[in-house]
């Protein structure tokens, strides 16, 4: 039953039967000297000497056990303030003091009693005090000061209450310190399992140089059995100059240990005045492994591509060859010019097949600069324009002389000459049925808006629209799109498909300056 009970209050109980075995020595010992059973000594000495057996009686641990703690303070708080409010009688009433202990010991019984017990040990002091004060009153038909008395009493209901309300608050302050314990347990234990688990090492070093923490794969990727409390000077001295005081070190590409792996490291030193000062944070990954993980993902990649290219150059392959085997054999003028304009616009869309995959290529080559948008996409569109004034009104441009894009200029030429290429292709061709529009956006990016007044794009294409090889298109290589955002991405910047009413709506979205 002991295992059930709250430490915090069996702890509070242990003191306050310390507190009451030390009131009851001094009525015993001193009662004489503190003028106590001056009246009555029988009754005093036999209150004291009780008060003290029943302290030693009840605050055995075994009482606890037998009877439950409830029932021991119960029992505890009745013998209390019976015994006193006898002593009291012994010592000539309210004037000995003992109305002021009553109010210790109901403060005490409120800290570790339960429910409404201490309610009913207020009502249980007020009547022995009121009773002993009115039985004094009868008896020596002696003026009796009964305000006084009164507002003890009281005192005896608002010392309990506010000992009740403090005994519950420190209980759920002991509640909510307890669950966070076993919350911050559980996410230390669930901290501990991620570190350990990661593939990365991780290796916390002292001001000493000394390795204190490190999770099992730091040991693996240095080749060693354990690291912790080793000088990582000791183990490399390239370490040396990797946690040197102060210093913070991004992705350098180290061969550290015994194996002398090929290691990306990065270190974080702690903050200054933090618990973290003069220590220092160690990630070592294995570069090796993420070399080979980058070549089987380029080899994936590469052999997606050549079968996609194969596939897509055979049909326009295929025509060619056709057509070159009938115009070898066709006579009549006409059909010959029809079989050679075939050869030219499958030559054509091979071209610009081949052009778009090198382009692919280039997009690890950005080189951003400023680009002034409304000079830079008037010359576009003058460009695409080349009817006359008719296909020039067809765009509408709105865009702020002073708005500039970080971006490589031959990279945006090719996203934004695609873009209003297609826009122009699906638009209505009336007058400013391609509208374009550039804004600064609260974050400090620029976004460009190329918007047309087409059909616009259903759900279905909408999914595959950014793929590579996807077209709606007869004469398309399906490259357009996905080349777009490839080298918008190869800037920081960003192209999407939004939602509109009517047409397509792509917006460009990257940093005003480099």
Known sequence: MTADIDPSRRLSLRYFNLFRLIIGGLFVVVGDELDLGSEHRLAYNIAAFGYVGAVLALGFPDMTRRFG??????????IDLCLLATIMWASGGYRSGMPVLMMVILAGAGLVAEGRTVLFFAALTTVLVLGENVWRYLKAAQPTDFFQVGMACIGFFGIAIVARLLALRAKANASLAAERGRALAKQQAVNERIIRDMQDGVIVVGEDGRARQANPQASALLGLQAVEGLALVDVDPAFDTLIACGATVDNRLLRLGPGGRLLRCRTVCGEPGSAAAGETLVYLTDFEEVQRQMQQVKLAALGRLTASMAHEIRNPLSAVTQAAELLTEEKRTDMQLRLARIINDNAHRIERMIRD?????????????????????????DALALRGEDERAIFAVDVAGSLTLAVDRAHLHQILDNLLTNARRYCSGQPAAVRVRAELLPTGRVAVHVQDDGPGIDDNTRAHLFEPFFTTHPKGTGLGLYIARELAEANDATLELRTSAAGAHFVLTGSCRP
Do not use: N, T
């Not at 703690?69 to 009745?78: A, E, N, P, S």
């Open 357 to 381: 995959v090198l382009a692919l290529g280039r997009r690890e080559h950005a080189e951003p600069e400023a680009v002034a948008l409304a000079a830079f996409i008037d010359e576009l569109i």
């Open 69 to 78: 703690i409830d029932r021991v303070i119960f029992m505890q708080g009745v």
